[in-house]
């Protein structure tokens, strides 16, 4: 019913930058948060940053200052600008959003998964 995509993953040296981005497509009414969550090599999943429809972000501590998270509503995308990337920040990266589909359920739907790998 709903899909998240999500593009820009890649091998970038520390200190670089990446973009991230996710769109979402299906028969979808609202979409409220938005959030990228990403998970290393024998580490659980974390939240990284999450957006709300109204805006408002928040941020992991690890990331804050150098991460930023945007939504562009018309587009059903979410993005994830990342700099000053460090060896730390390697993982796949995951998109996730909470959809009132045109039915009137509720779900909170994941992306397939992006890997970021930073060399030192």
């Known amino acids: 019913q709903v899909q998240l995509v999500e593009s820009g993953g890649g091998l970038v040296q520390a200190g670089g930058s990446l973009r991230l981005s996710c769109a979402a497509s299906?028969?979808?009414?609202?979409?409220?948060?938005m959030a990228w969550y990403r998970q290393a090599p024998g580490k659980q999943r974390e939240l990284v940053a999450y957006?709300?429809?109204?805006?408002?972000?928040n941020y992991a501590d690890s990331v804050k200052g150098r991460f930023t998270i945007s939504r562009d509503n018309a587009k059903s995308t979410v993005y994830l600008q990342m700099d000053s990337l460090k060896p730390e920040d390697t993982a796949v990266y995951y998109c996730n959003a909470e959809v009132t589909t045109l039915h009137l359920s509720a779900l909170e739907v994941w992306g397939q998964g992006t890997l970021v790998t930073v060399s030192s």
């Open positions: 957006i709300t429809s109204g805006r408002s972000t």
């Open positions: 299906g028969v979808i009414r609202r979409i409220d948060a």
